[in-house]
T-cell receptor, first 113, second 115 residues
Framework: RKEVEQDPGPFNVPEGATVAFNCTYS??????FFWYRQDCRKEPKLLMS???SGNEDGRFTAQLNRASQYISLLIRDSKLSDSATYLC??????????????FGTGTQLKVEL | DGGITQSPKYLFRKEGQNVTLSCEQN?????MYWYRQDPGQGLRLIYY???????QKGDIAEGYSVSREKKESFPLTVTSAQKNPTAFYLC??????????????FGNGTRLTVT
């Protein structure tokens, strides 16, 4: 099982739709979680951190489910400009007391007219 | 404005040549990282540095070398020993090392093509 797993998509949705992505992680000791957005041939950019209580930023809502070991990203009222790849990033404890950031392969979203 | 700068944006090299990718940040971040991204794969960590004059191997360090002589700079050398060097290379920095909760800030990447 991959450490961090995402459905690669693509998710093709009409403008205005609500779309949700999940990201599962295998290490129950993972401590912090992030969603990044990556446009084609560009660098990833932080979209939002994911807090235990869930958090919302405009049309975007991130949630963490520790019991089932997944995080989710919900996008409401999708815009054409939301088309991108969304990367899940997990900060997990590794042996020796260290930590490691692990990236998912990303979920591609295409918002269409 | 503070940020992290990679240069060049595109780089072409012949097989057998070493090449150095530049990464500079003025965010006053302690930690810096190098990742490579290949199609269909997540970002993979090459090297990281939590503090000046110290760095550690990541998951795929073979064929690469780094230095961290200054807080602001973390250059990556792709040596001829790297079997598949063609990739998109991303440099990142964060306020604290991987043990903290601070997110990564990425440079705009260098696309290296080796023929």
């Amino acid at each position: 099982r991959k450490e961090v797993e995402q459905d690669p998509g693509p998710f093709n949705v009409p403008e205005g739709a609500t779309v949700a992505f999940n990201c599962t992680y295998s290490n129950s000791a993972s401590q912090s979680f992030f969603w990044y957005r990556q446009d084609c041939r560009k660098e990833p950019k932080l979209l939002m951190s994911v807090y235990s209580s869930g958090n919302e930023d405009g049309r975007f809502t991130a949630q963490l489910n520790r019991a089932s070991q997944y995080i989710s990203l919900l996008i409401r009222d999708s815009k054409l400009s939301d088309s991108a790849t969304y990367l899940c990033v997990v900060n997990e404890e590794v042996g020796g007391g260290g930590n490691k950031l692990t990236f998912g392969t990303g979920t591609q979203l295409k918002v269409e007219l | 404005d503070g940020g992290i700068t990679q240069s060049p944006k595109y780089l072409f090299r012949k097989e057998g040549q070493n090449v150095t990718l530049s990464c500079e940040q003025n965010l006053n971040h302690d930690a810096m990282y190098w990742y490579r991204q290949d199609p269909g794969q997540g970002l993979r960590l090459i090297y990281y540095s939590q503090i000046v004059n110290d760095f550690q191997k990541g998951d795929i360090a073979e064929g690469y070398s780094v230095s961290r002589e200054k807080k602001e700079s973390f250059p990556l050398t792709v040596t001829s020993a790297q079997k598949n060097p063609t990739a998109f290379y991303l440099c990142a920095s964060s306020m604290e090392g991987q043990g903290g909760n601070s997110p990564l800030h990425f440079g705009n990447g260098t696309r290296l093509t080796v023929t």
